[in-house]
């Protein structure tokens, strides 16, 4: 009770002349502010038309490319500049983020690579002679495959399992015999083509075919080396029999190890532009149109999607010219079989981790050399090395009648032999 009446006497104590006073101000500052011209004409009505005004000008501009794109790029500035603002450095995230993209941009990309290489690439069409491991009955199997033309009088790249029968099918009830036919047919061009196999390399999964025409349009060919990751793609070929298809995608990766079914490792450029059975032995190029890579495989089954591999252009070019000239890769070779030592089995049987030579061929360059079943390679060239494919990687950049050096550990000591290389038989 005592706190409300202490309120209510502070109450009374307001000055009601005061309270009076702020009330008629209130009212005078009101009354002139309605005496002037009225607040639609005032405000309003320029308001509405300043807007009408700002559409008017940009709808006439948008309809103008070169006003258009000052207006967009001006966005683009401005909108960098702001983040940059905001938090105080310049961003590459940020500015790649507010960029606008053209997407008639990269539609006009994509129709001019496809049109630029379409008639550079072609149809391979395999016939095989089939024999069943059970009745001894011949049949006849086709394969599908693309290829890409390299040069005006009818040399064409493509890949060794489109025409080599041999790594043609894994299927063990069948004897699959050499193609009979190969037929080729060219980009609008409604008549086939009789194709010679030139020259075929497992090792490399390369083959080359030659038709009998001239006036061909040889495919420009890239720089693999300078590929990157993010990169657009663009693979063509004739996946399922689907004559001069196009997908479109990135490069998903560089310098990829795989492996095929046929236990060749390449090392090769990943793309998710899709890649079927077909596309073995096509392009994949790049935003110029140039040839990065010949479509080799692809990852397939359930949960696996976009995973293709190509093998970069710049590791065709030497095996496709020793194809044309010799039918055959002239490759270095020392001649021996090898087992890789790793440290357990090397303690087990009391040597060292590296090559242990189980086998020295006749009259290889390793026998003249003097190497010995029972030794262990342990360095290449004053590489240390550990596995035959680290030995044959070093080897393969070498010519024929190149040296190299090797050190071999035996009887408990190590031993320095010097290799003269020789051309695989």
Partial sequence: MEENNHSNQEFKNVNPVKAETTYRDFQTVNQKAKSGPGFGKTVVLPFLCGALGTVIVIGTCVNVPNIKNAILQQLITNDTASASNE?????????I????ISLQGY??????????VRPSIVGITVEYS?????NRTTSTATAMGSGIIIS???YILTNNHVVNSSSSSSNSFYEIGK???VTVKLYNDDQEYEGEIIGTDSQTDLAVIKINKAGLTPAELGDSSSVQVGEFTMAIGNPLGLENSVTAGIVS????EVTDEEGNKYTAIQTDAAINSGNSGGALVNSKGQVIGVNTLKLSGTGVEGVGFAIPINDTKSIYEQLIQYSKVKRPYIGIGGIDLDQRTADVNKLVVGIYIKNVVDFSAAEKAGLKVGDVIIEADGNKITTMDELNALKNKKSIGDTMKLKVYRDGKEKEVTVTLQEQP
């Fill in 87 to 95: 938090t105080g450095t310049s961003n590459t995230t940020q500015q």
């Fill in 97 to 100: 983020n507010t960029q606008l």
């Fill in 152 to 154: 005006e009088d009818g």
């Fill in 107 to 116: 539609s006009d990309t994509a129709i001019a690579v496809a049109n630029k």
């Fill in 130 to 134: 089939v024999n069943s491991i059970f």
């Fill in 179 to 181: 193609a009979n036919k």
């Fill in 253 to 256: 990766a560089v310098n990829r």
